[in-house]
Each structure stands twice: as C-alpha cells, then as structure tokens.
C-alpha cells in the first residue's frame, strides 16, 4: 500500500466515524479522489505520491477540472469533487502529510441558484390521497403504500430515502402522534405527525399482504422486499398526467411543499429547520425567499396600481 492510499484509506474512515457521511456520499468521494489520482498519471507522467499532491499548485487543480468538465461533467458535480479534494487534502494537512493551500486557493464553478418548486396546497393534498388513483388498476395495497409514503413526505417534511428507511415498529399508529427519523448523517430528529398520516398508514398495514417483522422495513415492494424509491416516483410520474402537474412534480417537492405551506401560514423558520433537519438555518432560508416571489406574485395580480 502506497502512502497514497494509506491516507485515502484513513479519509474515509475518518469520514464515515467522525463526520458520519452517508454510505453514497462517501463512495462518491472515492470515486473522485480516484479520478484525480488518475488524471495526476497522466498529468505529471506518473503514478503520484503525496509529496507530488502537496507540491501541486492551483493551476494542476485547474487543468483536472477543466478536464472533467471536457468530459461532460456540469458544475455540480464539479463542486463536489472539488470539495471531496478539499476535504481529502485539510486531512492530509492535520496528519502532517499534505498542505491544503493549492486546494483552498482553486475557484470552483458557479452554481445558479434554483429555487425550489413547490405544489399549491390542493394539488399536494391530491398527490398524497390514494382516492386520487382509486381508478388504477393496481391492487388496493399498493395504492395505500404509495399514498402512506407520499403522506410522509408531505405530512412530515420527510425525505423520500428517510419515509424508505423506517422500520414496523417505528410506524406511528393508534394514538401516536410523533416519529423519529434518521437523516443524513444519522442525525434523529422527532417531527409531529397528523392524525391524517396516521390513517394512511394504518389503511397501507390493514391492507399489507405481507408480515411485518417490528425490525424490517415497514414499507415494501409487490414481492414483499424494501420498497424501491423508484417505484414512488413512479407514482407520482402517473399522478402528474392524472393532475396535470408540471414536471417539477417529484417527490421531493412534497417535501418543499411542506416547508414552504407551514411558512406560508406563519411558521417559525427555525422550527422548520428542525422540522427539516437541516444542519444549517441558511438551507431553509430558500424557503423565505419561494414565500417572497409568491407574496409579489400575488400583490401584482391583484393591486390595481401593480405593473402601473
């Protein structure tokens, strides 16, 4: 083992114990740091050490992600990568064994800013009600899963991957009225759940032909395994033509509509944020900003001074 791959081996233990990165996002980190190491061999005509990856300047740093985006890579994923870079060479510089300098004085490319697009309250609350597939010809079971999932996500504020990853016995029935998720980072968070997601859930178990052990996933597929997240969006691909929504209409845009309709009725932002889990109060930010557009929207179509 080359002392390249010891420290790229202690990075993402490092990641996964201490900065508790999803199982994805850490395979995406390798993976990039492996196509700069690639691109390195070619670059400096040789397989690199870490002596070579500490002498690099902001130029090498440069010439890799004009590359990448010579190869048709967007400035997303350019950003990512030069942030597993970052990440990769500030560990280098607290073992003693890289200096970050290079990395932190490299540009990345701009990111425009997009909102995010919510449903209108009716369109969301038709998304998330099995009536609203009730002519599919799809077992009963299987529309009372959809819309149990899709009830979550605009119930709760859940994201698809977390809704996915809750077990039987965590399911809220009866008289519960809150749910423990997992998010990212395996960070939990508490969030209220309405007496109407309750009901869906307990529509999708009565109807359940599967057993549910209380460990195992509470939502699954037609041959009894975890459910796919494919299979929801899916759903709501089906449901969009049945509305007549715009493409925009995923379902993670029942998780927008649900920040976006509590801010809308004078929710506290950062009740939200906890709401959402989310790390930062500037991520949920986004949401003042879709309220402002709507708020002017509305004031221009209305006022009869507007656009005079």
């Keep these: 083992m080359t002392d390249l791959d010891s420290l790229r081996r202690d990075w993402l ?9 999803s199982a994805k996002t850490l395979e995406a980190y390798g993976r990039d740091l492996g196509q700069f190491v690639a691109f390195l061999n070619g670059h400096i005509g040789g397989a690199p050490t870490l002596a070579d990856i500490a002498a690099l300047k902001p130029v090498d740093l440069r010439a890799f992600l004009g590359q990448r985006r010579r190869d048709g890579v967007g400035n997303r994923t350019l950003m990512r990568q030069l942030a597993a870079l970052r990440s990769f060479a500030r560990f280098g510089e607290q ?75 965590q399911a809220p029935t009866g008289g519960s009225d809150s749910l423990t998720v ?22 999708y178990l009565r109807l359940c032909p599967w057993r549910l ?6 939502f699954l597929g037609a041959k009894g395994g975890p459910l796919s997240p494919r299979i ?18 995923t379902p993670h845009s029942l998780r927008h509509s ?3 309709h509590l801010l809308g009725r004078g929710g506290d932002l950062r009740a939200i ?21 709507r708020l002017m929207a509305a004031y221009d179509a209305a006022h009869p001074r507007a656009g005079r």
Excluded at 184 to 192: A, C, I, S
Excluded at 213 to 218: A, Y
Excluded at 232 to 249: K, T
Aim: proline share 6%; aromatic share 4%; hydrophobic share 40%.
């Design 213 to 218: 052990p209380p460990d195992g996933p509470l």
């Design 95 to 169: 073992s003693g064994k890289l200096t970050a300098a290079a990395f932190a004085a490299t540009r990345g490319p701009r990111l425009g800013k997009s909102l995010p697009r919510p449903l209108e309250p009716r369109a969301a609350r038709a998304v998330a009600n099995a009536d609203t597939r009730a002519g599919e010809e799809r077992e009963q079971w299987v529309l009372a899963r959809d819309a149990a999932v899709l009830s979550l996500l605009y119930g709760c504020g859940l994201r698809i991957s977390e809704a996915l990853s809750l077990t039987r016995g």
């Design 232 to 249: 929801i969006q899916l759903a709501v691909e089906s449901l969009r033509g049945a509305l007549g929504l715009p493409s925009s209409a």
């Design 273 to 293: 944020q906890e709401l959402l889990g989310h790390a930062s109060l500037s991520t949920t930010q986004i949401y003042t900003r879709i309220d402002s557009t």
């Design 182 to 203: 997992t998010g990212k980072g395996n960070k939990t968070r508490m969030v209220p759940v309405l007496p109407v997601v309750v009901e869906a859930i307990g529509d």
């Design 258 to 260: 649900f920040a976006t």
């Design 13 to 21: 233990s490092h990641l996964e114990a201490e900065r508790r990165l």
